[in-house]
């Protein structure tokens, strides 16, 4: 059984750019959420989902973020226009119900130009 | 102040020696989780716990829901133990997000 995978590992932006990383959980895991860890920061909750739907989205940025986790294919978070504070590790972490462990991806290091 | 406090910032050990990882936290929580950052940045769960003790290995994890207490201990610590250790919390009432907190960098010396 796979474990979460993220892609891709390492993702170099330009500012003004998209940037479009992917999450896909383990087999039989509908729960997902994405984590943010700035430079020399701990790490801090964004967007927590099921599929086609977005339970709770309080840490997301009001701007240029956005996630989605539809019925087929992996979840994605989008960051449009990034800028320099963008760059940080991107974690994706998934479950088969709301009260199980988490199992985290290996992250996406984005890094912003 | 953070919702979840982690001591020592920093810590050094001996390989062989007893170490323990300690977590406060001031929200209602349902369980309390045990991560391990490996150098490399990959993020591991150790244990997911809400009440009493837990054990794997050489890794054992306690929590007091009383005092809002956790701490995570490792037996005969080895060099490969070195790591980054966050403990994260659930909080009641949300939708089971992770509030973390600031990580423990442990070195174990040969």
């Known amino acids: 059984n796979a474990g979460v995978m993220q892609n891709p590992r390492h993702l170099v932006r330009r500012r003004g750019q998209e940037a479009r990383l992917r999450c896909s959980p383990m087999?039989?895991?509908?729960?997902v959420y994405w984590y943010r860890q700035l430079p020399e920061e701990g790490l801090k909750f964004m967007v927590y989902?099921?599929?086609?739907?977005?339970?709770?989205e309080s840490g997301m940025p009001k701007e240029r973020f956005s996630a989605e986790f539809p019925k087929e294919g992996p979840s994605i978070l989008r960051i449009q226009q990034v800028v320099r504070g963008d760059s940080a590790a991107y974690f994706c972490?998934?479950?088969?119900?709301?009260?199980?462990?988490?199992?985290f991806g290996p992250g996406t290091r984005l890094l912003v130009l | 102040k953070n919702e979840v406090e982690q001591s020592p910032q920093n810590l050094t050990a001996q390989e062989g020696e007893f170490i323990t990882i300690n977590c406060s936290y001031s929200v209602g929580i349902s369980a309390l989780h045990w991560l391990q950052q490996h150098p490399g940045g990959g993020i591991v769960s150790l244990f997911m716990l809400s009440s009493g003790k837990k054990k794997h290995g050489r890794l054992i994890a306690t929590i007091n829901i009383q005092e809002k207490h956790s701490s995570l201990h490792i037996t005969a610590s080895h060099p490969r133990d070195s790591a980054v250790y966050i403990c994260a919390a659930v909080k009641s009432g949300s939708a089971r997000q992770l509030t973390f907190g600031s990580g423990t960098q442990l070195t174990v010396l040969p």
């Open positions: 989902l099921q599929k086609e739907n977005i339970i709770d």
């Open positions: 972490a998934s479950s088969p119900n709301r009260d199980s462990t988490q199992y």
């Open positions: 087999k039989g895991h509908s729960h």
